[in-house]
């Protein structure tokens, strides 16, 4: 997995440090291009788009890089549509599919935002709100994938979306408040196996062939990318050509000519990040024990090893001239008063420790965590134990450095915290 580090060399791995110091995310220009040019070139029978799943990273910058390529993006609340929209993306080439019902959902779609009912209840208040309107749903299709139950979106054990058998409720909320409902969305969670992506597909066709005013079908995201060699990376082209294969000989037997639309996030973002940190401590605890790496950074700043037990690759950078011959096994942890707040763990267990085999590594050597790009600075516990959110620089096209985001202070952390009393009236 060297190759994921290879735009942080070690002499700009340290100006980094110098400069805006550590922890930082460090983020690579070039491999965002690239990656999205893949995903715009997915295979495709009739009309395609490509929605960014801006909760990957939300970062203003990267929104308006990829805005800017040709990129819709799928927002997964009120507050992120309205975040793409302060980014300065057109409301129409945003869609919003949540949890909950956003409050400030008639202001968004004032704004042409777009909105994709994920229950029932949703489509009834959308229905309300919108009556006569055009409107998109959500439909959990019976099945899903990913490496453990907190990356399934699909299948019984998830919450996302209308379950399948309920579709004829649908019919009945778009009958009763006038809604027209013109695109179906369904959603897996993420892996690479074009089989399993092949029944998603046709279960997804099979819904649309009970809404007849369906034009375009959106088949989410959940494109799997490698964090270390046990994993494999969705080859798009594959999966593209089975869904065109199929939207083909659906149109051939009932012709209807969908448009095809996906939302990848990992896969536009993930592999084109850095967590890159500075060992501040090693701690043995004896012959039975381990060696353990303190690293100044942790599961307030990348919080998917705690969350899932994912597993990052890893690289160090030496300060000084010293070769890294010797090699040693250690337990990289982070700063948080957490016993959970491991960098190591075993995979596919959380709770596990697992040491990795390492050059020799001292204090004051850097250490990067790869494929950091995707839910890790966004999905992070920001400011617990009060550490503060960290920087975010990028690695432009042409080799220069910007900075995405600065360093928070306790200052700015405790800026909104007040002593305001609330007045209430009082009743029985």
Known sequence: MDNVFDFL?????????????TPVYIYDEKGLRRA????????????????????????????????NLGLHFDASSGYEAERALLARIEGKKIQITA???????????????????SSCRQLERYGKDFPGSAVSVRINPGIGSGHNNRTNVGGLSSSFGIWHEWIPNVRVIAEKYGLKITKLHTHIGS?????TWQRVVDMSLQAVREFPDVKTLNLGGGYKVARNPAEKTTDLQVIGQSVKEAFKAFYTETGRKLDLEIEPGTYLVAASGILLAQVMDKIPTGKEGYTFLKLDTGMNDLTRTTLYGSVHPVKVYPAGEKKLE???KVVIVGHCCESGD??????????????????????????????????????????????????EVLITSDGN????????????????????ELRVESGE
């Open 9 to 21: 060399t070690k002499k700009r791995a340290f100006q980094v440090k110098e400069t805006v110091g």
């Open 36 to 67: 999205a040019e893949e995903v715009l070139h997915f295979p495709h029978a009739f009309g395609y788009r490509a929605r960014y799943a801006m909760k990957a990273n939300s970062n203003a910058y990267i929104l308006r890089l990829f805005n």
């Open 99 to 117: 949890q909950e019902y956003p409050a400030n959902l008639k202001d968004l779609i004032q704004q042409g935002v777009l909105f994709n009912a």
């Open 191 to 195: 892996g690479s196996d074009p089989k």
């Open 326 to 328: 010797k090699k040693e």
């Open 342 to 391: 491991i960098f190591t763990p075993a995979p596919g267990d959380p709770e596990g420790i697992q040491p990795l085999e390492l050059p020799e590594v001292q204090v004051g050597d850097l250490l990067a965590l790869g494929v950091a790009g995707a839910y890790c600075a966004s999905m992070s516990l920001t400011n617990y134990n009060s550490f503060p959110q960290i920087p």
């Open 401 to 420: 450095m910007k900075l995405l985001r600065k360093r928070q202070t306790v200052q700015n952390m405790v800026a909104l915290e007040c002593d305001k």
